[in-house]
């Protein structure tokens, strides 16, 4: 029984040592959505630039469009941010904003001060879309096709590299193969 005492530090350094190894080379920005091949989840919520207005999934129909979900309190959001703007704005890319559970003052003096990369901004201050979304925080991005259906999610900072590597892939291929 003893002996068991002195091996036991091993063969807990062992099983820890097992765990961590799996977890090597994982990419964390590829969280698997239960979402991918089913619709944009149903909605009613308002616009963040016109309150009167609600916008629902109907939203996503006719093209292929990016889903970003950003809010003023996330650091990596104002990392981002830059890189948005260029896609819209030299690249054309259609993006709709996801404003989650931020103070909608504070994000219309962000986009104000910052620029607004988005062609519509959902308010969802309480988060209830990002929550049907599976969103775990900010920034996320989901590639939405012409049928609103969610093709791809990309979990954290979207820049060049991920829409040259990543994105513009999977645009290209739902634009030549539906």
Request: hydrophobic residues 40%; proline residues 6%; negative net charge.
């Amino acid at each position: 029984m003893k002996r068991f005492f002195l091996f036991l530090p091993l063969l807990i350094a062992v099983v820890l040592g097992v765990v961590l190894f799996a977890g090597i080379g994982k990419d964390p920005t590829k969280l698997e959505s239960a979402l991918i091949g089913k619709p944009v989840p149903a909605f009613s919520l308002k616009d963040l630039n016109t309150p009167d207005t609600l916008l629902d999934q109907s939203l996503f129909k006719g093209k292929v469009q990016l889903l970003n979900v950003w809010g003023t309190w996330c650091p990596a959001c104002r990392d981002e941010h830059d890189d948005l703007m260029w896609l819209a704005q030299d690249k054309g890319v259609s993006i709709i904003g996801l404003n989650y559970k931020d103070n909608r003052e504070d994000a219309l003096v962000w986009l104000e001060r910052l620029g607004n990369p988005y062609s519509t901004s959902i308010y969802d201050p309480r988060g209830t879309l990002g929550f049907d979304l599976g969103v775990y925080g900010a920034p996320e991005t989901f590639v939405i096709d012409e049928q609103g259906v969610v093709r791809y999610r990309h979990v954290g900072v979207v820049n060049e590299k991920v829409w040259q590597e990543t994105l513009l892939p999977v645009i290209n291929d739902i634009r030549e193969n539906g």
